[in-house]
């Protein structure tokens, strides 16, 4: 595969069109891995909204509150029932 790939950059060497061959091989490459980094972000981005979307409907509600950094600031109480 390596030679016949030297063959075909030696040929366009000799046609005079190697830099577009380059040209071209350079932008089918990005393109492909921009492609294939865009699909994995998005696949990533959704897996991650419906794992939490998931978690969400599944765990009941909680009373704790947080600050801004993601702190516990009051552990969830129990229920007070007034005995009066």
């Known amino acids: 595969m390596l030679v016949f790939v030297l063959i075909l950059l030696l040929i366009a060497a000799v046609l005079g069109i190697l830099g577009a061959v380059l040209k071209f091989t350079a932008v089918l490459v990005l393109s492909l891995t921009l492609a294939m980094?865009?699909?994995?972000?998005?696949?990533?981005?959704?897996?991650?909204?419906?794992?939490?979307?998931?978690?969400?409907?599944?765990?009941?509600?909680?009373?704790?509150?947080?600050?801004?950094?993601?702190?516990?600031?009051?552990?969830?109480?129990?229920?007070?029932?007034?005995?009066?």
Do not use: C, H, M
Request: glycine letters at 2%.
């Open 37 to 84: 980094v865009i699909s994995v972000a998005l696949i990533w981005w959704f897996a991650k909204r419906q794992t939490r979307r998931y978690i969400a409907s599944v765990k009941p509600p909680t009373r704790q509150v947080y600050d801004a950094e993601g702190r516990v600031l009051r552990p969830d109480l129990p229920e007070q029932t007034d005995p009066n």
